[in-house]
């Protein structure tokens, strides 16, 4: 999981670089990708299909 996080962090440094799903700017949608990764109201929980 640390190159997971690793690599949201670095999306959210550099505006040039979209993460979409569903046409939805997912760097837009949080606060903090990498931070808000593993929370209950995370981008995991809101937008995965399959838990793990």
Same mark, same amino acid.
């Given at each position: 999981? !640390?190159?997971? /996080? #690793? ?8 505006? /040039?670089?979209?993460l979409l799903? /569903? !046409? *939805?700017?997912? !760097?837009?949608?949080s606060d @903090?990708? #990498? @931070? ?5 109201? @995370?981008? *995991?929980?809101?937008?995965? #299909?399959?838990?793990?």
């Amino acid at each position: 999981m !640390n190159v997971l /996080d #690793s690599f949201l962090f670095m999306v959210e440094q550099h505006e /040039d670089i979209c993460l979409l799903y /569903d !046409n *939805i700017n997912l !760097n837009e949608e949080s606060d @903090g990708l #990498s @931070g808000e990764l593993y929370t209950e109201d @995370g981008w *995991i929980e809101k937008y995965s #299909s399959q838990r793990k």
